[in-house]
């Protein structure tokens, strides 16, 4: 016993102020600051793709394709680390068989299972259909029966076929941008609806979320798309770059905007934890929040992206900018979810002390595990390139939409 | 003669078809009378539908003397390391000036350290907490797959066979009166020690409470002492602002108690 309290006090020697005893352990961990980060990228990378097949923003097609296989690759693997995370991970599927309807969370899981079959998959099967067709008669032995599978038996590529199919894939990218929307949008909801915890509790919650989703899902595409095109060898559509660069600029603004207004409406309403949350802010918080997720993640990629965009720069220059903003912006938006995540953990619920958090190297829920999580969706959608390649409408296509432009 | 067989039955068919209809009709009562069997013997003489428990805790009677968190610890096996606690007890010291200094070392098991000298010290008092078993109970209502749940009776427990360890209620919890079972890995808390309470008896920390700080007790009954504490003191519920109506009463509660 005298061991375990000192083993305790030595532990607390890192503790300020007064936390409720069992606040001492962070319950939500890395685990959990890498499921929101995905999901955004998810629903970020859908909408980008919903705009050029829904509002005809015809720049965006090369890399069409190539956000919806990123959207599913992301999909596949958000779900991963909460499972990995939970204490009964073999209880999970109750969630589904008898899910609390009260529950944000529990309702999660129909939202997400609708977005995967409903949405992604549909719009995928659909705009791909007549490629699968075609292929599953050129290949041969096993991708030849891959493909003859995926096309689940509609092998009909008539005029008035494929026009079906082109009117059901709009349909569906009508239904998935609210869909998408609701997706993270619910991520944002699972935190802003606890008012247990006043750096959660907040109706901009949502819509935070639903904007730094959008952001991280143009910067991943657009870093996507340079370095895939990069390794196959090919000319990068310049208009498509400038495109996502803009669209990328905006969604920022708007974001940071909404960010700017939540934090100056605390700091006026200065609430009965106003005094913690400064205090969590300057101290455990000033690397992740003020550094990484205002200056690195924010401030510096959006300055620097008007500067390569609208400013006369040599074409090989505004691509590097281009690049490296868009790394800037995923360092900043995992930021985001981290302060949100462990910062909403960070002080106590009795207002009066901080707490601290160690990451783990190994374990379940250690750095291993997250970077494993993280690398997992780049290996799936490998994987999806491969055998749905995004890229073979690009070189037709690309030279029509630059003419566009010009 | 074939008319009149058809119209009306000889005794022999009469009998047949009533024999056929016996199955029947126990088919249809048989749910009902062993649903009345079953739900008889979960209760046995206890019917939970006319209690609604609550706790009364008399912050000038606590003397912060711990026992209470450590027969918790004790009755409910409760993991003994300093950061699993069903209840614990707070130390508040109010400063002439200044931030209240709040502690609670060990829960209040091992008693509380000497206070630094120099603190010009206005008013200290000792404050138990444990789980506000609250009405409107935040953690049952994000719980994913309804393994947290309010008893007819009026206590919020957790089906350690059905939670699913996410953690979420822990997170909705204002008093932090939830943590992860070490061994369990589902959420655990305060449960008024409802394998008593069906027994007839108090839990376990109003039980060795030496000053009767904590009053246990039903919260709508005229007879109760519970009823009693409520009418004879000026009683506060923490963080009322939050709206979870909770079932645990403190009387003589400073402001600074949250």
């Known amino acids: ?406 | 003669m074939k008319e009149n067989k058809s119209e009306k039955p000889n005794r022999r068919e009469f009998l047949l078809s009533c024999s056929k209809a016996i199955p029947l009709t126990g088919a249809l009562f048989f749910p009902l009378s062993a649903a009345r069997l079953l739900l008889a013997q979960e209760s046995g003489d206890y019917d939970p539908t006319v209690h609604n428990y609550g706790m009364g805790i008399d912050i000038h009677k606590c003397i912060g003397c711990g026992r209470c968190a450590a027969a918790c610890k004790t009755e409910n096996n409760v993991p003994l390391e300093p950061h699993y606690f069903r209840t614990w007890v707070e130390r508040y010291v109010l400063p002439s000036e200044g931030e209240a200094l709040v502690d609670s070392p060990n829960g209040g098991i091992d008693g509380f350290p000497e206070m630094n000298e120099d603190i010009d010290t206005l008013r200290s008092f000792f404050v138990p907490k444990l789980c506000n078993h609250c009405t409107n109970a935040p953690c049952v209502q994000v719980c994913p797959v309804g393994a947290t749940f309010i008893t007819r009776d009026g206590v919020v427990l957790v089906d350690e066979k059905y939670c699913v360890g996410c953690r979420y209620c822990i997170q909705a919890c204002p008093y932090g009166a939830r943590f992860l079972h070490p061994e369990k890995k589902v959420a655990d808390k305060c449960t008024f020690c409802y394998h008593r309470l069906a027994k007839g008896l108090l839990p376990a920390c109003v039980e060795v409470c030496p000053t009767q700080a904590r009053v246990f007790g039903e919260v709508g009954q005229q007879s109760s002492p519970l009823r009693r504490f409520l009418r004879f003191n000026d009683v506060i519920v923490l963080k009322s602002s939050l709206n979870t109506l909770p079932k645990v009463y403190y009387a003589g509660a400073d402001g600074e108690v949250r």
Not at chain 1, 34 to 55: D, K, N, W
Not at chain 1, 172 to 193: C, K
Request: one cysteine or more; glycine letters at 6%.
């Open chain 1, 1 to 406: 016993m005298e061991s375990m309290i000192a083993s305790a006090v030595s532990a607390l020697q890192d503790f300020t102020g007064y936390i409720y005893p069992n606040e001492y352990e962070l319950h939500w961990e890395l685990l959990i600051v890498v499921y929101p980060y995905l999901t955004g990228l998810v629903a970020g990378a859908f909408i980008l793709a919903s705009l050029e097949r829904v509002f005809n923003v015809k720049e965006l097609q090369p890399v069409y394709r190539l956000s919806l296989l990123s959207a599913l690759a992301f999909l596949f693997v958000a779900p991963l680390p909460l499972l990995a995370h939970l204490g009964h991970p073999e209880r999970s599927l109750e969630m589904f068989l008898t899910p609390h309807t009260k529950s944000a969370m529990a309702m999660f899981g129909f939202v997400y299972a609708w977005y995967l079959m409903v949405v992604l998959l549909l719009e995928i099967w659909f705009d791909y259909r007549k490629s699968m067709v075609i292929w599953s008669r050129e290949k041969k032995g096993m991708m030849g029966f891959i493909y003859r599978i995926l096309t689940l038996g509609a092998t009909d590529i008539s005029e008035s076929s494929l026009r079906f199919d082109d009117k059901v894939g709009k349909a569906i990218t009508i239904i998935g941008i609210p869909s998408a929307f609701l997706l993270h949008g619910y991520v944002g909801f699972i935190f802003g609806s606890i008012k247990a915890n006043p750096w959660w509790s907040s109706v901009l919650m949502p819509i935070v979320f639903l904007f730094s989703a959008i952001v991280s899902g143009i910067a991943l595409i657009l870093a996507l798309y340079m370095i895939t095109t990069m390794f196959r060898f090919k000319e990068i559509s310049m208009p498509c770059l400038n495109k996502l660069a803009e669209l990328l600029i905006y969604a920022m603004i708007v974001d940071f905007s909404l960010e700017l207004l939540d934090f100056i409406q605390r700091l006026y309403e200065s609430e009965e934890s106003i005094n913690i949350l400064s205090h969590m802010i300057s101290s455990r918080l000033f690397i992740s929040l003020i550094i990484s997720q205002i200056i690195l993640g924010s401030l510096v990629p959006m300055i620097s992206l008007i500067w390569a965009r609208f400013g006369r720069l040599p074409v090989e220059m505004r691509r590097i900018v281009y690049f490296i903003a868009a790394l800037l912006v995923q360092v900043g938006i995992f930021s985001t979810r981290w302060n949100v995540v462990i910062g909403g953990q960070l002080f106590s619920k009795s207002l009066r002390g901080l707490t601290v958090y160690k990451i783990e190297l190994f374990g379940f829920e250690g750095l291993l595990t997250t970077c494993f999580f993280l690398l997992l969706p780049f290996a799936i959608l490998y994987v999806l390139t491969k055998l749905l390649p995004p890229w073979i409408i690009d070189e037709k296509d690309i030279k029509p939409a630059e003419a566009q432009v010009s």
